[in-house]
């Protein structure tokens, strides 16, 4: 049905065999405070891959515990976590899409009480509560830096095609990069992209070239305008592509222009793709094929992001191909793949309507 979803796209010396990402979503299966890789977690990525979706990014994996978003999130802190990742590098690989993972730090916005911050940030919880962040020492920033580096050192044992730092959704990477949150006056605030360039010339030191490096980067940082200078340093400094999300939600300034056909965050990747060279992705409540392959067409993007369609239907990309019915996430109020993902309401209609048009 396509004209370019289901084209190939060739990121440094890796072939990925269409334009469909599933971007990184946390799993629920990981047991608290492990940040250990389970046999439902690589289930999951196996069923993502064998839905034929050309890249897949696994979810957010934290550098170190203090660090954490969640209690139950991935880690690559300590070598043993590394057996784990490599059985869903396999999983994913034996299907024939490219897999990488997302490197992550949560900063003031992380689950530890005393959260670190480029500087001093008051972050109101979604409880209303206050959390002030402790502004990072040079120590701090060193030790974190070093903790993102031997992270993706161990996703490179691994055998991840690549990484993704995670520089958006509040996060760490996001702090430095936001001047409304990181007001340092030493180097790392007169250059806020100092300190994700300085982990990826490490990260460089320690892989082959054909290891790939990309980001997540917040596209209003607080400005699009912003956002965009940052893209431009990273890529000078290496990155290999950027995956365009929100940034710093509470400090940010959306724009798009008037009667644009997609919403704001895919602007935001169109317009960053015009001041780079390297692939630019979008994303965001991208849910059937003809939308995905109109971002594609008329934003000129690279790559889409397929997150709920994929998680309601493993199988989008291989469905959207042969022109079936892909179904639908219903957008339920607290979301069943969280807790109970066989009781997904989507899920459930979407196998329903596959059985009858099989009858």
């Known amino acids: 049905m396509s004209k370019k979803l289901f084209t190939g796209l060739k990121i440094k010396n890796k072939e990925i065999k269409n334009r469909i990402f599933v971007p990184p979503m946390i799993t629920p299966f990981a047991p608290q405070d492990s940040g250990y890789v389970v046999e439902k977690t690589v289930d999951s990525y196996r069923r993502m891959a064998q839905g034929q979706n050309g890249l897949i990014i696994v979810e957010a994996t934290c550098v170190n515990f203090h660090g954490r978003l ?186 798009m222009p008037e009667n644009y056909p997609f919403w704001d965050i895919i602007y935001a990747a169109e317009y960053i793709k015009t001041k780079v060279n390297v692939p630019v992705f979008a994303a965001n409540f991208i849910m059937d094929p003809d939308t995905a392959e109109a971002i594609l067409t008329k934003a000129k993007v690279d790559m889409v992001g397929v997150a709920r369609g994929v998680m309601v239907n493993y199988d989008w990309a291989k469905e959207a191909q042969a022109g079936l019915d892909v179904g639908r996430c219903l957008r339920c109020a607290v979301c069943m793949l969280y807790s109970d993902p066989e009781k997904c309401p989507g899920r459930i209609l979407h196998k329903r309507n596959r059985e009858k048009a099989l009858t």
């Not at 082959?208 to 890529?235: C, H, K, M, S, Y």
């Open 70 to 255: 969640g209690r139950r999130q991935l880690g690559l802190w300590e070598d043993e976590q590394i057996a784990g990742h490599k059985q869903i590098v396999e999983a994913v690989q034996q299907e024939g899409s490219v897999v990488f993972v997302q490197i992550h730090h949560a900063g003031v916005v992380g689950i530890a009480d005393d959260a670190l911050c480029p500087s001093e940030y008051t972050h109101v919880k979604a409880d209303g509560s206050e959390k002030i962040g402790r502004p990072m020492t040079a120590e701090d920033i060193k030790n974190v830096q070093d903790a993102f580096v031997s992270a993706s050192l161990r996703a490179y044992q691994a055998g991840y095609d690549g990484i993704e730092l995670h520089g958006c959704h509040n996060y760490l990477i996001c702090q430095f990069l936001n001047k409304k949150v990181n007001q340092r006056q030493d180097q790392y605030g007169l250059k806020r992209t100092l300190f994700v360039e300085e982990i990826i010339a490490r990260i460089r030191e320690k892989v082959d070239d054909d290891f790939i490096i990309g980001i997540r980067l917040g596209g209003f940082e607080p400005t699009l305008e912003d956002a965009a200078t940052n893209a431009v340093q990273l890529e000078k400094a290496g990155i290999d592509f950027f995956d365009i999300s929100y940034g710093f939600r509470r400090e940010q300034e959306v724009e």
